[in-house]
């Protein structure tokens, strides 16, 4: 049956026009998360292997790189404090195939070098605050302390003969280490590191036989009593060592820090490869054998939306500034 001229008839209005105007991005768009990733994505850890930031990024690289068909490939770019890596990102084409995992460097950078080579809020685009890490309170076993109160005496017996190793000027290890010696008015002398991996190597060689750093390169030494973790900065044990107390059992309330680990992709990355990325990395986290890993870790998993995401990067950065400024830290 044919049809005449006054069969169907074309009307439009504003809005319908508006539509017609705005539908060819829109599915250009729809169709570029489609068909992402078409070639391998480079996966930025601005800190050296073996820290929590990489352990991270690795379990989530792996199964984003079988869920997807494309390999998520790591690229550790250490130095700095994170912001030689976070440079890089920033400099990245917008296209999704440059994602940066961050840690608190992030949000903390800001408030304590004069000038980062990065803006945290225009230079990124949030996918997800994946999940947060407590700190630890490490010793050597030739520290004589088998809590925290010992460890206080023994240091004020010799005060202004030992050193902690940290994860890095400006990293949550770094603050905690300082808000305790303050808090306890002790000498002792910061020594930082590349990461937390490289800070735990330190104590267990004895070179720096006190540490204040991430929970995670450090268990399997405290597991094999190579190591002794005698509190963690979190309000709550953790459930990968959990005979270890907290900094507030221990009697120092007002000492809790952790550390994020977080993904973020250039500015301007087109929305839709924002949210495929932040469903994937959800899914990657919950899959029976990374969530058993993450949790062993001392992980605990979060999977904000970059909404949230984005309304704590804008919280934590006035935040962590303030801390700065009172503990007196300078980027050296």
């Not at 690795?58 to 890596?85: D, K, M």
């Not at 050597?140 to 005496?153: R, T």
């Not at 680990?261 to 301007?268: E, K, L, Q, W």
Request: glycine share 8%; hydrophobic share 40%.
């Amino acid at each position: 049956m044919g049809c005449t001229d006054r069969s169907i008839e074309w009307t439009f209005d504003d809005a319908d026009f508006y539509f017609w105007l705005q539908a060819p991005p829109l599915y250009s768009r729809i169709a570029k998360a489609q068909t992402y990733p078409q070639r391998p994505v480079r996966v930025i850890v601005p800190f050296s292997p073996g820290g929590p930031t990489d352990i991270f990024a690795r379990i989530i690289a792996g199964n984003l790189s079988r869920n997807l068909g494309q390999h998520f490939y790591i690229e550790n770019q250490p130095g700095a404090g994170g912001n030689l890596g976070m440079r890089a990102g920033a400099h990245a084409a917008s296209d999704g195939y440059t994602v940066v995992v961050v840690s608190t460097s992030y949000i903390v950078n800001p408030g304590l070098y004069p000038k980062t080579p990065y803006d945290p809020v225009k230079d990124f685009a949030p996918v997800t605050l994946a999940a947060t890490t407590p700190n630890v309170l490490l010793v050597h076993p030739s520290i004589p302390a088998s809590n925290v109160k010992e460890l206080i005496a023994f240091l004020r017996e010799n005060n202004g003969k030992y050193s902690y190793a940290h994860s890095g000027i400006g990293t949550t290890s770094h603050l905690s280490g300082e808000m305790f010696k303050r808090s306890q008015s002790l000498d002792l002398v910061s020594v930082p590191f590349t990461g937390a991996a490289p800070a735990v190597q330190s104590v267990l060689a004895g070179h720096t036989p006190i540490a204040f750093t991430v929970l995670t390169p450090a268990i399997p030494q405290v597991k094999e009593g190579t190591l002794r973790a005698l509190a963690v900065t979190t309000p709550k044990r953790t459930t990968a060592l959990p005979d270890v107390m907290t900094m507030a059992e221990a009697g120092l309330p007002d000492q809790e820090s952790d550390t994020i680990s977080g993904v973020v992709v250039p500015a301007h990355t087109p929305p839709p490869i924002v949210e495929l990325l932040h469903r994937e990395i959800g899914k990657a986290m919950i899959e029976p054998e990374a969530a058993r890993k993450l949790a062993s870790l001392g992980f605990d998993t979060i999977d904000s939306t970059p909404e949230e995401f984005s309304s704590r990067i804008q919280t934590e950065i006035p935040k962590w500034a303030k801390v700065i400024q009172t503990t007196g830290i300078k980027a050296e």
